[in-house]
């Protein structure tokens, strides 16, 4: 049996997402914290203000959703990318979102930062294969097309 471990971030303005996920998420017995944020804007001043702490204050992997209000998902990674590289560990960031267009698709990979773009709904499963993956090393990093 595997110990919680991961801490995790959910960025996402839906109620209901934040709900299942979490509860997902819990079922799975491998995050140790889930943290919730319904904009980028309140992500981002947590990482600012957590920027040069400890470890383990910080996520080991963000769920970001792209439509939110005040700001989205894009701009979040935008503001994102001038500090994510001062973190003392690495965070992956994977983009989870509804849409199946391909231009949202492509635009995830223009960001170092992005790890995957992955469509809603995320299975049990899913969420289980991708914290998984956290401890192994067995994350590959997108690349732009």
Known sequence: MQFAKHIVFLIDDDNIYQFTARK??????????????????????????????????LPD?????INMPVMNGWEFLEEYHTFCGGFP???????????IDSYDIKK?????????????????IRYRELIESLG????TQSTSD
């Open 24 to 57: 997902i998420l819990e079922s799975t017995g491998l995050a140790k914290q889930i943290q919730s944020f319904y904009n980028g804007r309140e992500a981002i001043k947590y990482l600012q203000d957590h920027d040069n702490c400890k470890p383990e204050n």
């Open 108 to 124: 995830s990979r223009e960001y170092k930062a992005v790890t995957d773009y992955i469509v809603k709904p995320i299975t049990r």
């Open 61 to 65: 992997v963000i769920f970001l959703d």
């Open 136 to 139: 192994t090393g067995a994350i």
């Open 89 to 99: 560990k690495p965070i992956v960031v994977y983009v989870v979102s509804s849409s």
